[in-house]
């Protein structure tokens, strides 16, 4: 096993073994609780109460705030007779460039089709074609048709809807909304003891507080706001991800960050949250060109604009590099009016108030940050390496997506993979611990610090990174962990878990000196199998974090030549 732990300020950086935080005002008991309130939150605690006295679903802000509301292209699974779950795994472990755990993509393929049709006994309404069967259609790295999609291009709202009303029908699932969970509390074994909350408006809860359970699942979702430009919602700062880290469980993958290839470009002052103009609109027949009209997509890969995301997303990057342009252009134009109305209105309407009309005009598009492919690393039933914790969808690693995502296998992810936690975790509950001392080292880094960050996050750790460049993000990050907060409050807790989370990634991105997906580095330009196959694992104590490289086979090897790159 190689051991290329972080050299330099990386081997001697402290950050926080713990968010400095008020003592709790107030404690309540829960056998669960879950944290996060997406599909694979909701998914969770709606199969879970069947099973377990009490469920408890934390969200940081409302129900419908996190990342699955905003999915627009759909849902993948293997749901037509001409398609297979075999086939579905092929283009999975295709897109995964090697980095997919073979087992966990079997699991999300074979399970997914009956866990969409769940869904959709639930109450989702999926859309249909004339003939009353669901209308499937295909994005990127896909060789069928097989994404399920609602309202044209609203899918995650609604499953949102459908998981929301469930859940509130359910009087045995207590939620409470505007809680941002702050650290993990641990038992004498390690084990999770419970977790403290910082509640707002909750009336004798306001404040820090404590839960008393004897599981956690976390499913609060990833690390978008760790850079400038993002398709992520503003609660997605990776705070289950710095929880789970600073408590003593494992990432996993954190360098394979998706970059989704077409996000509206809005100027190069815009920040935060961008409009993502869906896989699916290519799908549908629309093209990337250039300022010349050139289809730049054309021979790079035999799907074309529907190769894989990394493969897209590194075409518009090189072709935006060699004209000196800050964004490419979409152009479907030609599928008219009434097919936008229909299939894509909420992309449409976007669009417009941003001043473009896709009808009748070109789409300004550019990568954006949009998927954390790696997380909390889990096994195939959701278990961290800490007794008690749980991890599902897009916090969790469970290697489905190795080093980039297949595009609307997120969605099923989350489902696929909750329905197995709520399998085992009921029969894996051990006795109620006593939360033990915690002599983590607190601190806290102040939330001003936080556009600096994203903006060293984005030009260096972004789409394209150099050694040079991860060294200067590294030094950033460095002399931001040595920034101490001067108050206590939400903004500084989320940038701290920014940094942290900022700090395993670009350490992990550092040492993987190769090309592989998402992973785009411009040194170290080709996939190199025979010393980087495999996964860099990164873990914390009390502050200082380690890396580990563990060599693994390749996953794709035996699989026909696609042309993917890298």
């Known amino acids: 096993m190689r051991d290329p732990s972080p050299q330099g300020p990386a081997a001697t950086r402290r950050l926080p073994g713990r968010l400095t935080a008020p003592p709790p005002g107030w404690t309540a008991r829960a056998d669960v609780v879950i944290i996060g309130s997406g599909i694979a939150g909701l998914t969770t605690a709606l199969r879970l109460r069947e099973h377990v006295d009490k469920v408890l679903v934390v969200t940081k802000d409302v129900l419908n705030a996190g990342s699955t509301q905003w999915a627009q292209g759909g849902i993948a ?25 073979r087992d966990a993509v079997r699991v999300l393929v074979t399970e997914g089709p009956d866990a969409v049709r769940e869904l959709i006994a639930l109450g989702t309404k999926f859309d249909l074609d004339a003939a009353g069967e669901l209308s499937l259609t295909r994005e990127g790295g896909h060789h069928r048709d097989r994404i399920a999609h609602a309202g044209g291009d609203a899918t995650g709202a609604e499953i949102q809807r459908a998981l929301i009303a469930a859940v509130e029908a359910a009087p045995d699932i207590e939620v409470i909304q505007h809680a941002l969970a702050v650290d993990l509390l641990l038992g004498d074994d390690d084990g999770v003891a419970g977790v403290t909350l910082h509640v707002i408006g909750e009336g004798v809860r306001d404040g820090v507080g404590a839960v008393i359970c004897r599981a956690v699942v976390l499913a609060s979702g990833g690390l978008g706001q760790v850079f400038s430009q993002t398709t992520n919602p503003a609660v997605s700062t990776g705070d289950g991800l710095a929880i789970a880290l600073r ?15 077409t996000v509206m470009y809005l100027g190069p002052e815009s920040r935060g949250q961008q409009p993502l103009i869906s896989e699916a609109v290519r799908g549908e027949g629309a093209f990337l060109v250039d300022d010349d009209g050139d289809r730049f997509m054309t021979g790079v890969h035999p799907l074309a604009d529907l190769a894989p995301r990394d493969v897209v997303a590194k075409s518009i990057m090189k072709r935006m590099i060699d004209t000196g342009r800050p964004h490419m252009w979409l152009d479907a134009r030609h599928l008219g009016a009434e097919f936008w109305e229909r299939r894509f209105p909420t992309i449409l309407a976007t669009a417009r108030s941003h001043g473009v009309d896709p009808v009748t005009q070109l789409i300004p598009v550019a990568p954006a940050c949009h998927y954390a492919s790696g997380g909390v690393r889990t096994d ?14 897009e916090v969790a690693c469970s290697g489905v997506h190795g080093a980039n995502r297949l595009a609307s296998n997120s969605l099923l992810e989350g489902l696929v993979f909750s329905r197995r936690i709520s399998k085992v975790l009921p029969g894996e509950l051990g006795p109620w ?18 556009r600096t960050l994203q903006e060293a996050m984005t030009s260096q750790a972004g789409v394209l990174r150099t050694a040079a460049g991860l060294g200067e993000a590294g030094a950033v990050i460095d002399k931001l962990a040595g920034v101490t907060a001067d108050q206590v409050d939400q903004d500084s807790w989320e940038t701290t878990n920014l940094v942290t989370i900022s700090a395993a990634l670009a350490d992990a991105a550092a040492l993987r000196e190769e090309t592989r997906g998402s992973h785009w580095r ?5 996939r190199d199998d025979e010393h980087w196959a495999g996964h860099f694992d990164v873990a914390m104590t009390d502050g200082v974090t380690t890396v580990t490289f563990h ?10 030549t696609t042309g993917v790159d890298g």
Do not use: I, K, N, W
């Not at 611990?433 to 936080?450: C, H, K, N, Q």
């Not at 411009?522 to 080709?526: G, H, I, N, R, V």
């Open 522 to 526: 411009d040194d170290f330009p080709d």
């Open 380 to 393: 195939l039933d959701g278990r961290t390496d800490l007794p008690g914790l749980y991890a599902t969808g």
């Open 77 to 101: 699974a293997a749901l037509s007779p001409e398609d297979t779950p075999e086939e579905h795994e092929v283009d999975t472990l295709v897109a995964g460039a090697g980095a997919c755990d």
């Open 247 to 261: 408590a003593g469980a494992t990432l996993r993958d954190l360098e394979f960050v998706q970059f989704h290839p």
């Open 433 to 450: 611990r006593d939360p033990a001392a915690d002599r983590r080292t607190a601190g806290l880094v102040p939330g001003s610090v936080r």
């Open 551 to 560: 060599p693994a086979p390749a996953t794709d090897t035996d699989l026909p």
